[in-house]
């Protein structure tokens, strides 16, 4: 057992963004939170009069810093309206990785990045964008060295799709690096220089500043143009002009429960996002006739059921509600009611999310056949999990601990524990018969060393990086055995405003909303498109089309 060729664990992700878990607790409790979809109509007219101006008026501080601190190096007055009491969002509290193909820190092939990313899109994007992404991300990372000193370097990171055409490892990964110059785990590494270089240039930061609707006037065409934004900064209302334009980037909705549930296709229960993510951006950005894209999708995850929803419910982001089935965790599966395994355990995050939503029973009820599901393992994956190096860590913020308990101690209430695997399908409520059958086909492939169903170990991500022993299987024959309910959930949506290659909201019309831009997870951008394209694929994007929003506004006129 052991970590990849350069000794950096996959789950350092998650590790390093433990670290910031106290942060991430009181960040979510902060956001305001609507859980119901609420109309948020237009402004539509010039208020009589205005309580702030700026040229450029931007709705959320995460990856919409890096647009704001465009516009303002560009000359453009800017003003950041931001929910929470805090700076930088969910951005602030990730992992810190920002994925840019093509950037300057490797070599990499415009050719290949095209390829792989085509094909991530699935269709769902435009290869106006994916081109876009390509020529102008390492442009944005540089950009943020000259103008607010951040340093970057390669993590090693696998795509996450890395078997796919175009495929790469340790090549489109970027972390910033800390004042020790080591590699940062915080997405504050960069947040927070963006934020600090965007004051010290003249913009201006307001928080427990909650944009609420944006305001239009009609052009004689018949569209509406986006001139300033009503926003309601601790009890008082004001009314913002913005001359040239807004950028929103207000986050997902993942707690707006009734958005999801109208558009998401598979119940998610938790977020990873802070919870001022109440969709409220998306619905200003629908009150001006945007179009919308991506609804249906989300950056998938699986949590533990119990305590994946008490996090929900108490708004807080906590990592260790993950269980991460691969490399030390190896004499475990996830199971079905059926007794069944569904989808490689091993793969990445978002992939799992795919292989437990498809699909339901067609007899009965309709029930998801995958949904809730279980993971199971054997006592001796607790020790071998215990015993392992750095590559063992089974709960992010207690290295070596599964369910970060010592191997040896009894579990928490939420995990279900039996002497034989007849008593534990019996405790859990599965097919017993099915299950007994499917644990003793898991431990032929673990003997044989490959898995043909689900072809788990196979992958480059899955083990780790090359090199490493594909030591994803081992045979669960270790009593006790335990287990505990999972379920799939989105760590952030993807759907939003149908956004362009220059970052511009589209309207239902086929036009643009003028002067209006979107960025992030609320932007219907994806990662451009469908899938998850590896390590920083959620803020890369985000970041990207925020900077070439803020570079296409220099060629508007003020309104006025
Ligand atoms: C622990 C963890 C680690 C992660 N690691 C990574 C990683 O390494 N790489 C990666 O790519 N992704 C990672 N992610 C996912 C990533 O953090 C998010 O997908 C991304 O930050 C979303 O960016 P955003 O700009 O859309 O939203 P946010 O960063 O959340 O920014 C939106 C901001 O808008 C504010 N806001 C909302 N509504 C309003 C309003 N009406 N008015 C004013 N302000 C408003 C919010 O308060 C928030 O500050 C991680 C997530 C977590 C939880």
Request: aromatic share 8%; hydrophobic share 35%; charged share 20%.
């Amino acid at each position: 057992m052991e970590n990849n060729q350069n000794g950096i664990s996959r789950r350092s992700f998650l590790r390093g963004a433990a670290a910031g878990t106290a942060g991430v607790a009181i960040a979510g409790m902060l956001g305001a939170c609507a859980s119901t979809q609420t109309a948020a109509p237009a402004f539509t007219g010039v208020p009589e009069t205005w309580d702030k101006e700026a040229d450029v008026v931007v709705v959320g501080s995460g990856t919409a810093l890096t647009g704001a601190l465009k516009a303002q190096s560009q000359g453009m007055s800017v003003l950041v309206l931001e929910a929470l009491g805090l700076v930088g969002g969910t951005t602030a509290l990730s992992g810190g990785a920002v994925w840019i193909p093509c950037n300057s820190y490797a070599q990499d092939s415009k050719e290949a990045a095209r390829i792989y990313m085509t094909k991530v899109a699935d269709g769902l994007s435009t290869p106006e964008i994916i081109d876009a992404y390509i020529e102008h991300g390492s442009e944005m990372i540089d950009f943020l060295t000259e103008t607010a000193g951040i340093k970057w370097a390669l993590a090693d990171r696998t795509d996450y799709h890395v078997q796919w055409e175009g495929g790469t490892r340790k090549v489109r990964t970027l972390k910033p690096l800390d004042e020790n110059g080591q590699l940062s785990s915080l997405g504050a590494g960069y947040t927070k220089p963006e934020a600090d270089t965007l004051v010290k240039l003249g913009g201006e930061i307001m928080v427990k500043t909650t944009a609420e609707r944006l305001i239009a006037r009609p052009l004689a065409d018949g569209r509406q143009e986006v001139i300033g934004v009503v926003a309601n900064s601790e009890g008082k209302t004001l009314n913002i002009k913005a001359k040239k334009a807004v950028l929103l980037g207000a986050g997902g909705f993942d707690y707006n429960d009734e958005m999801k549930a109208r558009y998401l296709p598979i119940p998610s229960p938790c977020s990873f996002a802070v919870s001022s993510s109440d969709g409220k951006g998306i619905l200003m950005a629908q009150a001006v006739g945007a179009d919308l894209h991506l609804m249906p999708y989300g950056w998938g995850q699986v949590a533990y059921s119990v305590i994946g929803k008490q996090a929900y419910e108490k708004r807080v982001i906590d990592i260790n509600i993950c269980p991460l089935c691969y490399q030390n965790d190896s004499s475990s599966m996830w199971i079905n009611r059926h007794g069944r395994r569904f989808c490689d355990e091993a793969s990445d995050y978002d992939s799992f999310w795919y292989g437990f939503g498809g699909g339901r029973d067609t007899t009965g009820d309709m029930a998801y056949t995958n949904i809730p599901a279980w993971y199971v393992c054997d006592q001796g994956n607790r020790d071998r999990i215990g015993a392992g190096g750095a590559g063992a860590v089974a709960t992010p913020d207690a290295p070596g601990k599964l369910w970060g308990v010592e191997p040896d101690a009894e579990p928490p209430e939420w995990v279900y524990k039996a002497d034989t695997l007849e008593e534990l399908a019996a405790k859990i409520g599965i097919n017993a018969e099915n299950f007994v059958e499917q644990v003793a086909r898991f431990n032929k492939y673990a003997a044989e060393g490959k898995d043909p169903e689900f072809h788990r170990g196979e992958s480059l991500f899955d083990q780790g990086g090359p090199g490493r022993p594909a030591d994803c299987l081992e045979p669960m024959n270790k009593p006790p055995y335990y287990a505990a309910e999972i379920v799939p959930f989105v760590q952030g949506t993807k759907g939003g405003p149908r956004t362009n290659e220059k970052g511009q909201v589209m309207h239902v019309n086929g036009d643009i909303v003028p002067r209006l831009y979107a960025c992030g997870n609320m932007a219907g951008m994806g990662g451009p498109g469908k899938y998850y394209p590896g390590a920083g694929g959620t803020v890369g994007p985000g970041m990207v089309f925020s900077y070439l929003a803020a570079v296409d506004m220099t060629n508007l006129e003020s309104w006025e």
